[in-house]
C-alpha cells in the first residue's frame, strides 16, 4: 500500500472515531429536542385552553396572542442556546459559536433586524393589536397576525373601491413601520364616525327629511346605540341644486359599508313615502315659450 492509500485510511479512520465520539451526544441532543417539543407543545395547549377561552375583550385576547408569541420565541432561543451548548462542550465553545453566530446574522439579517426592532416597537407601544382596523401606508386591513418579522393583514378594499373584506391577506414586513404612516381606526374604541348623505330639492320640506334621516338612523343602529360615542345627528348644506341632508352616526369599523347600506335603503323608503320630500337629481327643464312673447313675473 502507497503512502496515499494509507493516508485516505487514517481519514476515514479518524471520521469514524469522531462520528463514534459525538454519539452519544447527538442521541441526548434528539432526545432533548423530542422532549423539548412535547413540553412545549402541552404549554402552549394549556394556555390556549385555559387562558385564550376565558378572554373576554380584544385587549385581553391580544395580550394573550403576544404572550404566546414571545413564548415561542423565548423557546427557540433556548433550544438554540442548549444546542450549541451540546455541541461546543463547554462554555467557552458556547462562547466562540454565539460569537460567530451574532457576526453571521448582523452581516446577512440587517433588514431582519431592522424589522424585529419594529416588532418590539408594536409590542411595546402598542400603536395598534391583533384585531384592530388600521392603515400603513396605502394598505387598509384588519390586524390578523403580529409575527417578529411581518404584520398579516386581513385587506379591505383592495380588490373593489369599498371597505370590505377583499379575503386577501397582505403581509407587510416590520421593517415598514418606521418608513409609513399608520392609522389606527380603533385605537381608543372599536367605534368610528360614518354618513350617509342625501340631496332633496329647494321645494322638499327640510324638517320632515330631517326628522325621516334621523328616525331611520336610529333604526339601524338599535343594536348598539348605547355604546356609540355620541347618538346620531344630522347636518344640512346648501348645494346648487339643492340641500344635502347629511346623516352622521357612529358604527363599529367592521360594519360600516353593512349599517351605511341599511340606513340608505331607510332614508329612501321613508323620503319616497312623502309626498312633502322629493330627492333632487341632475336633470334640465325646457321651457317654450312663442317669439317675442314676454315672461311673465
Same mark, same amino acid.
Given at each position: 500500500?502507497?503512502?496515499?492509500?494509507?493516508?485516505?485510511?487514517?481519514?476515514?479512520?479518524?471520521?469514524?472515531?469522531?462520528? /463514534? *465520539?459525538?454519539?452519544?451526544?447527538?442521541? $441526548? =441532543?434528539?432526545?432533548? !429536542? #423530542?422532549?423539548? +417539543?412535547?413540553?412545549?407543545?402541552?404549554?402552549?395547549?394549556?394556555?390556549?385552553?385555559?387562558?385564550?377561552?376565558?378572554?373576554?375583550?380584544?385587549?385581553?385576547?391580544?395580550?394573550?396572542?403576544?404572550?404566546?408569541?414571545?413564548?415561542?420565541?423565548?423557546?427557540?432561543?433556548?433550544?438554540?442556546?442548549?444546542?450549541?451548548?451540546?455541541?461546543?462542550?463547554?462554555? /467557552? *465553545?458556547?462562547?466562540?459559536?454565539?460569537? $460567530? =453566530?451574532?457576526?453571521? !446574522? #448582523?452581516?446577512? +439579517?440587517?433588514?431582519?433586524?431592522?424589522?424585529?426592532?419594529?416588532?418590539?416597537?408594536?409590542?411595546?407601544?402598542?400603536?395598534?393589536?391583533?384585531?384592530?382596523?388600521?392603515?400603513?401606508?396605502?394598505?387598509?386591513?384588519?390586524?390578523?397576525?403580529?409575527?417578529?418579522?411581518?404584520?398579516?393583514?386581513?385587506?379591505?378594499?383592495?380588490?373593489?373601491?369599498?371597505?370590505?373584506?377583499?379575503?386577501?391577506?397582505?403581509?407587510?414586513?416590520?421593517?415598514? !413601520?418606521?418608513?409609513?404612516?399608520?392609522?389606527?381606526?380603533?385605537?381608543?374604541?372599536?367605534?368610528?364616525?360614518?354618513?350617509?348623505?342625501?340631496?332633496?330639492?329647494?321645494?322638499?320640506?327640510?324638517?320632515?327629511?330631517?326628522?325621516?334621516?334621523?328616525?331611520?338612523?336610529?333604526?339601524?343602529?338599535?343594536?348598539?346605540?348605547?355604546?356609540?360615542?355620541?347618538?346620531?345627528?344630522?347636518?344640512?348644506?346648501?348645494?346648487?341644486?339643492?340641500?344635502?341632508?347629511?346623516?352622521?352616526?357612529?358604527?363599529?369599523?367592521?360594519?360600516?359599508?353593512?349599517?351605511?347600506?341599511?340606513?340608505?335603503?331607510?332614508?329612501?323608503?321613508?323620503?319616497?313615502?312623502?309626498?312633502?320630500?322629493?330627492?333632487?337629481?341632475?336633470?334640465?327643464?325646457?321651457?317654450?315659450?312663442?317669439?317675442?312673447?314676454?315672461?311673465?313675473?
Amino acid at each position: 500500500m502507497d503512502i496515499t492509500g494509507f493516508a485516505v485510511m487514517l481519514d476515514f479512520a479518524a471520521i469514524e472515531a469522531h462520528v /463514534t *465520539g459525538m454519539l452519544p451526544t447527538l442521541i $441526548l =441532543l434528539a432526545v432533548f !429536542l #423530542g422532549i423539548s +417539543l412535547l413540553v412545549y407543545k402541552v404549554i402552549t395547549a394549556g394556555i390556549k385552553r385555559g387562558v385564550l377561552k376565558r378572554a373576554k375583550t380584544k385587549k385581553q385576547k391580544n395580550n394573550v396572542l403576544v404572550f404566546l408569541s414571545l413564548w415561542r420565541y423565548a423557546f427557540t432561543v433556548l433550544i438554540l442556546v442548549t444546542i450549541i451548548f451540546l455541541l461546543g462542550g463547554d462554555i /467557552t *465553545g458556547l462562547g466562540v459559536w454565539a460569537g $460567530l =453566530l451574532t457576526a453571521a !446574522l #448582523g452581516w446577512a +439579517l440587517q433588514k431582519p433586524i431592522t424589522g424585529v426592532a419594529g416588532w418590539i416597537m408594536v409590542i411595546v407601544k402598542r400603536p395598534f393589536q391583533i384585531g384592530d382596523r388600521i392603515q400603513i401606508g396605502a394598505v387598509k386591513g384588519d390586524v390578523q397576525e403580529i409575527s417578529l418579522t411581518h404584520i398579516y393583514l386581513k385587506e379591505i378594499g383592495g380588490t373593489i373601491a369599498t371597505e370590505e373584506t377583499s379575503g386577501r391577506v397582505i403581509m407587510i414586513p416590520n421593517s415598514k !413601520l418606521f418608513e409609513q404612516d399608520i392609522i389606527n381606526y380603533t385605537l381608543t374604541d372599536d367605534y368610528i364616525l360614518e354618513q350617509v348623505v342625501v340631496t332633496l330639492t329647494y321645494e322638499s320640506d327640510l324638517d320632515k327629511a330631517i326628522d325621516i334621516c334621523r328616525k331611520a338612523a336610529e333604526k339601524v343602529t338599535k343594536d348598539f346605540v348605547d355604546k356609540m360615542p355620541k347618538r346620531p345627528y344630522i347636518r344640512t348644506f346648501f348645494q346648487q341644486s339643492g340641500i344635502d341632508v347629511k346623516t352622521r352616526f357612529y358604527v363599529p369599523a367592521s360594519d360600516r359599508i353593512r349599517v351605511a347600506s341599511e340606513l340608505t335603503q331607510e332614508i329612501f323608503r321613508g323620503i319616497d313615502k312623502e309626498k312633502t320630500t322629493e330627492i333632487a337629481y341632475p336633470h334640465t327643464e325646457v321651457v317654450l315659450r312663442k317669439k317675442g312673447q314676454q315672461r311673465q313675473l
